[in-house]
């Protein structure tokens, strides 16, 4: 347990594949189709078991892509292979329950992480992977993927295992006391009906369950955001939560003073500015701006390039930008000295640092803090590709794009700190008083199943 007088660090990050760790699997993607290097989840645990105790992080934030149910290591191929015909669909993705269940062992079974989960306090939140890519894209991809034979074990499955080996320890004993579906688990002699049951509608209705939640730790408050199941799709009417996790949301980061507010998502609030004008370029034709044929080609675009994050629900950004910026300038009481969103998915790892008009007199330092992937790195085309998309000349291109699709500049401006960091990654935020840190690592074999993790980042914030 941590309290609030005392440091803390909070290591986090996201996308973690559970292919075995020896080769060919630890070379790189370059070098052969299933490497995935070194873990670096891996290698935090390895070197706090040579640290005291008292030196160990007081949580690790696992902010999506726990498991890949639609990209399967072998081991869960081959479980899959003896149940049922993989040549049948959804092949050698999981399937239901049961295969949800291998693929968690699989997961973290593995000693190190085995032991680590076992000693450092965890909170955590799914992404698309946890289920499957592009998971609730648009109201059209939704359409396609109900329509599939499969889809419905496989969301009952998801919804099942992640409520079983994610969700319930997110939740706070006094939240479980008055948790409905808790109770209703507890006193039954087979809760397995109940929790089909609960997983079906959380699919089907988007305000049948919450998924967010609040947690204190240290001198923080992390306020964590569902920015996947949680969301709105009808056309016209798009956002990341509907109304009443909206409320809780914002309640959960208003209503006590902290010395620092942390809002946590799978999915990172701040983009480079070339991928967020895109996306929010790409939403608008997607809903009509450019008429019909636009709307077509967007929807294509939206589901080849993945352009849904935050900036491609532009309502939710502006919602979430303006309650950053008014609880920065204490208009809820005393502003925290710093208000860092933490965010994953995007396979890289950045510092940004945001800036408010100066009218809107926000006193609270502000930064987006993203760490992907724990394991599963870029190719050298793709890390091309990001690259490019991040540089100045994309980002005049694509605000120019965005401004004849009518879609208004961003209240805020943000750069980032430092060059993106690529590789398998570890992020440590440092926490003491009203001061913060933050360091990102790489791993790095050492040689004979030996790891190490190398500073690529460190920074205050």
């Known amino acids: 347990t941590t309290a609030r007088d005392l440091p803390v ?10 292919y075995p760790h020896e080769e060919p699997y630890t070379l790189r993607k370059d070098e052969h189709d299933d490497g995935r290097e070194v873990c670096g989840l891996r290698a935090l645990a390895l070197r706090l078991r040579t640290l005291p105790p008292e030196s160990w992080p007081g949580a690790l934030l696992l902010l999506g892509d726990q498991i890949y149910a639609d990209e399967t290591e072998p081991d869960t191929q081959r479980f899959i292979e003896r149940r049922r015909d993989p040549e049948v669909p959804p092949g050698r993705q999981v399937g239901d329950f049961r295969e949800y269940v291998h693929a968690y062992n699989v997961s973290w079974r593995q000693p190190p992480i085995r032991w680590l989960l076992s000693t450092v306090a965890t909170a955590m939140i799914f992404d698309d992977h946890d289920v499957i890519d592009d998971w ?13 034979g499969w889809w419905d074990e496989r969301i009952v499955g998801a919804f099942v295992s992640y409520w079983i080996f994610q969700h319930l320890g997110n939740l706070s004993p006094q939240a479980l006391e008055t948790d409905d579906l808790w109770q209703q688990v507890q006193q039954a002699d087979d809760a397995g009906q109940i929790l089909r049951d609960f997983a079906f509608r959380a699919d089907r209705a988007v305000d049948s369950t919450q998924w967010s939640y609040c947690r204190d730790i240290g001198s923080a408050r992390l306020v ?6 949680g969301r709105v799709l009808e056309p016209g009417k798009r956002t990341m939560v509907d109304e009443d996790e909206w409320a809780f949301i914002e309640e959960s980061a208003t209503s006590q003073q902290h010395d620092h507010l942390l809002i946590g998502s799978s999915l990172p609030w701040l983009m480079a500015p070339g991928m967020h004008h895109l996306e929010a370029w790409n939403e608008a034709i997607s809903e009509g701006a450019w008429g019909k044929p636009g709307a077509r080609v967007g929807e294509k675009l939206r589901q080849a390039l993945d352009l849904e994050h935050w900036p491609a629900f532009n309502d939710s950004f502006r919602r979430l930008t303006r309650l950053i910026g008014r609880i920065g300038a204490g208009e809820d009481g005393e502003p925290p000295a710093t208000i860092v969103a933490l965010g994953g998915d995007v396979h890289h790892a950045y510092l940004a640092e945001v800036a408010y008009p100066a009218g809107a007199n926000v006193r609270s330092r502000v930064y987006q803090a993203v760490c992907s992937p724990f394991r599963n790195p870029l190719d050298t085309r793709e890390r091309r590709v990001i690259r490019g998309i991040s540089s100045m000349p994309a980002a005049r291109l694509t605000r120019a794009l965005a401004r004849r699709a009518g879609v208004e500049d961003p209240e805020i401006t943000w750069k980032l700190r430092q060059r993106a960091v690529f590789d398998n990654v570890v992020a440590t935020l440092h926490l003491n008083g009203r001061s913060a840190s933050l360091t990102i690592e790489r ?14 980042f460190e920074g205050t914030l």
Not at 224 to 229: G, L, P
């Open 9 to 18: 660090d909070i290591v986090f990050g996201s996308c973690r594949t559970a």
């Open 136 to 148: 609730n894209t648009s109201l059209s991809w939704l359409e396609m993927i109900r329509a599939q």
């Open 224 to 229: 964590m955001v569902d920015s996947r199941a």
């Open 443 to 456: 791993a790095r074999p050492l040689g004979g199943g030996d790891l190490t993790l190398e500073t690529a």
